[in-house]
């Protein structure tokens, strides 16, 4: 049989109180430390989140300005001075075959014939605007229907004679201009092909064309300008392009 002894019970029953309550505080003291700490990570994780963002749409702004510029390059050096219809600061318009569509008539074509037959006409659209060139002249033409193996379709007649070989290659119709964005005031260069329009580049600042003749003078007539320059400026970045492009002679 144990006995117990009053002062040594005491002792032990203040020690084991005391050393409930030191690790209660000391829970709370570590649950509060540790939240801090976490707010302070997530806090920091998120900046950096913020941060790589915002540097991956900085990235993917500068891809798609250069991928633009690189488009609207290839398509202008198309243009000539008297497929210009209008050079202006916010926009350019000329007539290009954009993608290559040429063919050769197989038999001649007398005035008032709408038929013609072609080497090869598929994948000629509806409504596209053709151009028929003999060795004496040109005329431009509309088709009525989608072009066929061997035969393309025209609106009007053709009004003189085209002979075997003459050429016939598609006119299409590009604009480029610049729109301001409603919500976020910032510019986007539109490009619109035959009456289809889509974005190229936006999130831009700043985007101007200037025009020159052939000594480098800048000039707004049509007839006189060899070379379109295009001045675009991205948004919250640093980047800005002069491209000059020298048109086809």
């Known amino acids: 049989m144990m006995i117990e002894q009053p002062g040594v019970t005491r002792m032990l029953r203040a020690g084991i109180a005391g ?5 209660l505080v000391e829970v709370m003291l570590s649950l509060t430390m540790g939240a801090v700490v976490l707010a302070a990570f997530l806090d920091t994780f998120n900046g950096m989140h913020r941060q790589t963002v915002q540097q991956q749409r900085t990235i993917a702004n500068q891809q798609d300005l250069r991928l633009g510029l690189e488009v609207f390059e290839q398509e202008a050096r198309l243009a000539t001075a008297s497929s210009i ?7 350019f318009l000329f007539n290009a075959n954009i ?43 509309r088709l009525s229907r989608s072009g066929q193996r061997h035969q393309l379709f025209l609106v009007e007649p053709v009004g003189q004679l085209f002979p075997a070989g003459a050429s016939v290659e598609v006119i299409n119709r590009v604009v480029y201009y610049t729109k301001r964005e409603d919500k976020s005031g910032l510019l986007t260069l539109m490009r619109m092909v ?28 049509a007839s006189r300008i060899t070379r379109v320059v295009i001045d675009v400026k991205l948004a919250r970045s640093s980047l800005q392009i002069v491209k000059e492009v020298s048109l086809r002679s």
């Open 194 to 221: 035959d009456g289809g329009a889509g974005t190229l580049m936006g999130g831009l600042d700043h985007i101007k064309f200037l025009y020159c003749d052939e000594f480098g003078v800048p000039t707004s007539i």
């Open 99 to 141: 993608n290559a569509q040429y063919t050769t008539m197989t038999l001649s074509a007398a005035p008032g014939q709408v038929t013609l037959s072609v080497e090869d006409g598929s994948g000629w659209g509806i409504g596209k605007s053709v151009m028929l060139c003999s060795p004496v002249a040109c005329e431009v033409h």
């Open 19 to 23: 050393s409930s309550g030191v690790c």
């Open 85 to 91: 219809v209008t050079a202006s600061a916010d926009e």
